[in-house]
């Protein structure tokens, strides 16, 4: 943008409306550690360039350098990285990255159906679902994390908060950037990014038009072995690429033009099983329960009887119990190696185009000066996912022998003690079933499609006293969802979950600043709205084969169609107390559309919304060498979204319920200091607190129903109540030769749930059970830098890295499969390192 967007003419109260937060800007907003003062990000949060410590917002800028030290280029890579922010990618889905912000999160990121509560944009661009959000992007400028609901600017789905993904813009000058990377496990990267010069003149002719280039890739080998010799668990392959035209038509008119894409075809991380859930409604271990009829198969062995008892049961059962109890000495804690007979493997491709028109207009009277502003573009994803979600290789050897689920084994045991150990029809199906489908606990077998269009209109004008934005905001998506996964194999049979859902969006939107004559020109008072209408369509096409059925199926079909509405808003004052010390008071609605749940069949939920309460202060001291921000928050969700793994129906599926009430609250605090020259701290602390104040009940299905309370055991998911982060950036020496700067950074939060609840059933009876609890964490990472190294025109940095250097084992997620029987979770990586050298020119 031009003109008075990037003009900063006279000293404001900072707004600071949102918060003011979390330790935000830490690292990001500053460290550049090469003056006494701190330095601070130009961020565009509200449509129009400005300070972050002027922006009406709690916010968090991480500028390029940070993200370089932090090694953040995704939105996976965040997770832990920026206090507030957790979140998982999904077991067996690579790029499939769910994120919550202040205890809030939009679920799986694998379900195509669930829309996020974290608003992503990539350039201003909506990012519509979470699946294929985790890609790396070529070349990033900066991250703006934005907490809280940010609906009058940001619109839908973003109730928890944003993230703007900001790339680098064409330089109209000739550059050129390269980055070469080696790591333990066989890492190696390649990073390469050209701005070619511009062609041509501003206001002559057809312009001036300038351009540039990105292309990065990386490969790393397995982190764990796979015993059953296939390839290994959490592997990286993946390369993204980056077009971007910048053409200046007159010096108030441009037009930008940004195609991206990336591409990722790796192994997924290993889910490895940690125990498993009882056999009976009364707790019954199953590993007791299969070796107590283990202990009886031998009265069934006669001559006469049927032989596959001796040759396949009892050796089956054999070595499914020393499977088993392997995995039960062992416990939770991350393995050096599982077994797997299907390899899981993730294949995504997510490309995009982006055409945006900057008009400034100028002065036009009483409007003040305004810039017109259009952004359409339109993006599409392709995903499979193939694979174990388990750890335990249940592959049949020649003589149909091998570790079983322990489910076909029982039932196996029973047929046999029912027949006196006799074949029989039952004894028959049952053995069909494992030699035609198989005896594993799961596979996936996933494709998804997905594409979305979207078109946004902003008028961003500023007089003396009032800068207003309003826009017009138009957004159209479909997603087609093909899964063919199978668990409990035989008994869960199998059978297809087709969908085809699609969603259009119109919303009307304004936000304004204004600054009244009073108070010496401190207090501002800022107001949002926004009005949104969504249509919601989906075509099931379920093909049900329970097991022993015919393999025609039974089809299940339903076309559904809902409108949802919703006038969302926000209200901000803000008094600077001093010339660096600003106090906020803001209130905030947010709102996520309802819909259905495409992995079970016509299952709608309703609509969530929210209202928030913030106080915050952001305030710069002792000549801008401390900075300290802080903000304290309390909000309340109605018809919350929630999501749950179900596993009642044989298979594993992902669901979103509405779960009633949520009151919370929290705070976060942002200290920076440079104390001295070259010398940058950071501590940064963030809390939050709260689970349900309502949730639904569980009932089973027998008549008389029995139902169980369910408020006490809900809990708040994928959010610890504590972290905090301390860092230091240093420049220890500057020499001719170069400039020697270490930075580390040590990341701390407590336990958390995985889940809100995990609910089953037995026999119909419901069934709670225990939460997977992930345990506290304490990540240190460092980087040591030789930079500013003169190599001809350009210049080189070297740097050694390490993360998570302590090698903290540390679970990132779990799954409590039910009545399939297995409790599994996936680990953080374990300690890596490496060299980075860069080049400059």
């Known amino acids: 943008m031009r003109g008075p967007m990037l003009k900063f003419p006279r000293f404001r109260p900072r707004p600071l409306a949102l918060a003011l937060s979390p330790l935000i800007m830490s690292l990001g907003m500053a460290a550049q550690a090469q003056a006494v ?53 999904a077991p067996g889905s690579r790029g499939a990255t769910s994120l919550s912000i202040r205890g809030f999160g939009g679920g799986s990121g694998a379900n195509l159906s669930t829309d996020p509560a974290v608003g992503i944009y990539m350039d201003g661009v909506y990012i519509g679902k979470m699946n294929g959000s985790g890609m790396d992007v070529a070349e990033l400028e900066r991250i703006e994390v934005l907490r809280g609901p940010q609906g009058t600017l940001y619109g839908r789905n973003s109730t928890a908060g944003a993230i703007n993904f900001i790339s680098k813009q064409p330089t109209g000058e000739f550059g050129f950037r390269a980055k070469g990377t080696l790591g333990n496990y066989d890492e190696r990267g390649l990073r ?76 997924s991380a290993m889910q490895q099983v940690v125990g498993f859930t009882p056999v009976t409604l009364d707790g019954s271990s199953r590993i007791e329960t299969l070796a107590q009829l283990r202990s009886f198969m031998p009265l069934l062995v006669y001559p006469g009887s049927d032989p596959r008892i001796s040759e396949r049961l009892i050796p089956s059962m054999d070595q499914t119990l020393a499977v088993y109890n392997e995995i039960e000495a062992q416990g939770p804690g991350r393995a050096d190696s599982g077994a797997a007979e299907n390899t899981p493997i ?40 193939f694979g174990d979600l388990d750890n335990i290789d249940s592959s049949l050897d020649a003589n149909g022998v091998g570790a079983m689920n322990d489910l076909i084994l029982l039932q196996l045991g029973s047929a046999y003690f029912g027949s ?83 969603t259009e969006s119109l919303a009307v939107f304004g936000q304004a600043t204004w ?75 947010g709102y996520r559309s309802g819909g259905f749940n495409g992995e079970v069949f016509a299952n709608p939920f309703e609509e969530e919304t929210m209202e928030q309460w913030e106080l915050g202060i952001k305030s710069d001291w002792w000549d801008n060498r401390l900075r300290v921000n802080g903000s304290l928050y309390t909000f309340v969700y109605e018809d919350l979204q929630t999501s749950q793994i179900k596993t009642d129906s044989g298979t594993a599926t992902s669901v979103i319920a509405n779960a009633g009430e949520a009151d919370r609250w929290g705070g976060e605090l942002e200290i920076l200091v ?86 089953g059933s037995y026999n119909g009876e419901p069934y709670i059970y225990d939460h997977l609890v992930m345990d506290e964490r304490t990540l240190v990472n460092a980087r040591l830098s030789l930079e500013n190294v003169k190599a001809g025109d350009g210049t080189v ?45």
């Not at 077998?445 to 078109?455: A, M, N, V």
């Not at 079909?557 to 600077?576: I, K, P, R």
């Not at 039910?818 to 060299?835: D, F, K, V």
């Open 346 to 385: 993730a294949d995504n491709e997510v490309s995009g185009h982006a055409l945006t028109f900057t008009w400034d207009a100028g002065d036009m009277g009483a409007f003040g000066d305004v810039t017109f502003k259009s952004i359409t573009a339109y993006r599409e994803m392709d995903t499979y996912v």
């Open 420 to 502: 006196g150990g006799q074949p029989s029809p039952t004894v028959d199906f049952f053995w069909n079933g494992v030699d035609t489908i198989g005896a594993y606990h799961s596979k996936q077998d996933t494709r998804s499609e997905y594409e979305q269009f979207s078109q946004e209109f902003n008028i961003i004008g500023a007089t003396d006293r009032l800068d207003y934005v309003l826009g017009l905001y138009y957004f159209d998506d479909e997603a087609i969802y093909d899964r063919q996964a199978v668990f409990l194999a035989p008994l869960g049979g199998t059978g297809t979950q087709q969908y085809d859902y699609t």
């Open 674 to 759: 440079a104390p001295i020259e070259d010398l940058v701290l950071g501590l940064n602390y963030a809390y939050v607190t709260g689970d349900f104040e309502k949730f639904p009940e569980l009932c089973g299905t027998n008549v008389p129903q029995t139902c169980l309370s369910t408020v006490e055991s809900a809990k708040r998911g994928s959010s610890p109540g504590n972290q905090l982060t301390a860092s230091a950036d240093y420049v220890f020496a500057r020499t001719s030769f170069g400039d020697i700067r270490g930075y580390v950074q040590a990341n701390w939060q407590e336990e958390w749930y995985e889940s809100a609840l995990w609910t």
């Open 515 to 589: 600054v009244p004559p009073v108070l010496e020109e401190r207090l501002s008072v800022t107001a949002g709205l926004r009005y949104t209408e969504e249509d919601k369509a989906i075509s099931y096409d379920y093909l049900n084969r329970p097991f022993g059925a015919p393999s025609a199926g039974i089809p299940a079909q339903a076309d559904l169609q809902e409108n949802f509405y919703n006038l969302s808003g926000s209200f901000t004052a803000a008094y600077q107390v001093t010339d660096g010390m600003n106090a906020f008071l803001r209130y905030a609605t």
């Open 192 to 267: 390469l990014n050209t701005d070619l010069p511009a062609v041509g003149e501003v206001g002559e002719g057809l312009g001036r038009l300038s351009a540039s280039l990105g292309y990065q890739t990386r490969e790393r080998d397995p982190f764990y072995d796979n015993t059953s010799g296939g390839e290994g668990f959490d592997s990286i392959d993946r390369q993204a690429w980056r077009l971007a035209l910048k053409w200046e038509l007159t010096d108030s008119l441009t037009a930008d033009y940004a195609y991206d894409g990336s591409r990722l075809d790796e192994t």
């Open 37 to 89: 003062a701190l330095e601070e990000v130009i961020v565009t949060a509200q449509k129009r360039a400005e300070g972050s410590q002027d922006t009406p917002l709690s916010i968090t800028a991480l500028s390029e350098k940070v993200l370089e030290q932090r090694g953040i280029n995704s939105t996976s890579s965040m997770i832990g990285e920026v206090l507030g922010v957790g979140g998982f990618e």
């Open 797 to 841: 940095t070297v740097s050694l890295w390490g993360k998570n250097l302590t090698d903290n084992d540390y679970p990132t997620f779990g799954i409590n499969f039910g009545a399939l029987g297995i409790i599994t979770e996936q680990y953080g990586a374990p300690r890596t390192y490496g060299l980075d050298i860069s080049y400059e020119y």
